[in-house]
């Protein structure tokens, strides 16, 4: 057995994650509805599935460009030119074993033991600590909860940037508040990222599972050309990929060099088959994403009236993203509770203390699945609630 001693601190305090524990906890239990984790219910779509089939059984197993095939680098130009009416060349784009990997690879760039990364929370749990693996001081900005509605302060973001603050990451739409900046919210933070000299890594992973538009407000919307920002994005929640672990990065080419040497160091590039599969996400799966669109806000109206009508839960349907985050009155160790709700309710949710200190009073419960499970679900939780004194 290796002795703890000889391995990095890091590595040993690495927080387990209170998602996968409620996960654990429930799984093969009977009779449980499903809202723990970041991701619907649909399958692939088949003809993502058969694209990644037919390169298979053309034999595309073997190694392949670090960057990306040049075919899926130029489907992710065509998609986001788009989506942000801009001409993005294919050489600002680079394919990653994920969402999270993406994450990695920007802060295996940026921050070490010694440099401090600054985030806007309460925030998905993976990015704290992933810049803690790579020994950064994280500082926490905490979105203010006031009226039901979930705000940044900016002078508090300005004031945790120090000297030493080499990140600051924002995800927007925002896992797990649904907080989704406005245009004039991401220029003012990105002054204050241009004036500190720090880098933005943009998460904007839910920024098409947006409901008062096409896609959200983007930092796209407001980046001039010498402005330092990297886009970490992911094929999971639009195209239901979750387990493909398939993401990209956009940033300037001239970081190109550097990124596909740390794509090298890491995963050495994703399976050329998969990437296939990603090429027709991009090029076929636009009625698929807008269908999940339509049905996700359609279940969070369904989920967040029939809470709200309990008198006993406060909550405001999210802008962005597809997850409710909740208090309930009476309930303060919300890590407790989420495990009684498997055991009582039948229903499996993430409590708050998954996501920091400023969510410990919550839960949150993913609705992004069929809408009959979604109103079941939201029925239990109700009825649970009323047993609560």
Not at 39 to 61: H, M, R, V
Not at 105 to 121: I, K, N, P, T
Not at 280 to 287: F, H, Q, Y
Request: hydrophobic letters at 45%.
């Amino acid at each position: 057995m290796v002795d703890l001693s000889r391995l990095r601190r890091e590595a040993v305090e690495a927080p387990e994650s209170g998602i996968v524990a409620v996960v654990n906890h429930a799984r093969g239990k009977d009779g449980i509805i499903p809202l723990w984790a970041g991701e619907g219910d649909l399958p692939t779509p088949q003809f993502i599935a058969n694209a990644a089939a037919e390169s298979l059984k053309a034999g595309e197993t073997f190694y392949t460009w670090q960057r990306g095939l040049p075919e899926l680098r130029e489907a992710l130009s065509a998609y986001t030119s788009r989506l942000y009416d801009q001409n993005l060349e294919p050489a600002r784009f680079f394919v990653t074993g994920s969402g999270m990997h993406a994450i990695q690879l920007c802060l295996m760039a940026l921050a070490g033991a010694g440099d401090e990364v600054v985030y806007v929370g309460p925030v998905w749990p993976n990015f704290e600590a992933a810049a803690g693996l790579m020994g950064a001081k994280r500082r926490e900005v905490t979105l203010d909860f006031e009226a039901g509605r979930w705000q940044l302060d900016l002078d508090k973001l300005k004031a945790a940037i120090t000297p030493k603050t080499r990140v600051l990451f924002v995800n927007t739409p925002s896992n797990p508040t649904g907080w989704t900046a406005s245009k004039a919210t991401l220029a003012a933070i990105l002054a204050i990222a241009r004036e500190a000299g720090v880098v933005i890594i943009a998460d904007e992973i839910y920024n098409r599972f947006y409901y008062e538009g096409e896609r959200a407000p983007s930092f796209h919307d407001v980046i001039a050309s010498h402005d330092a920002i990297i886009f970490v994005n992911s094929f999971s929640k639009n195209w239901a990929m979750t387990g493909w672990r398939v993401g990209w990065i956009e940033t300037s080419p001239a970081l190109g060099q550097m990124i596909e040497n740390l794509i090298q160091y890491s995963n050495s590039g994703v399976a050329p088959f998969m990437q296939r599969g990603a090429i027709a996400a991009l090029v076929r799966g636009e009625e698929f994403v807008e269908n999940q669109i339509a049905r996700a806000e359609t279940a969070r109206d369904i989920f967040c009236d029939i809470l709200t009508a309990t008198n006993r839960v406060e909550l405001t349907p999210p802008d962005g993203a597809f997850y409710a985050f909740f208090k309930v009155d009476g309930i303060s160790d919300t890590r407790t509770a989420a495990f009684r709700i498997v055991d009582e309710a039948k229903v499996a949710i993430a409590p708050g203390t998954a996501f920091g200190p400023q969510g410990a009073p919550f839960f949150r419960a993913c609705f992004h699945r069929r809408l009959d499970e979604v109103e079941q679900a939201a029925h239990r939780l109700a009825e649970w609630i009323g047993f609560q004194v």
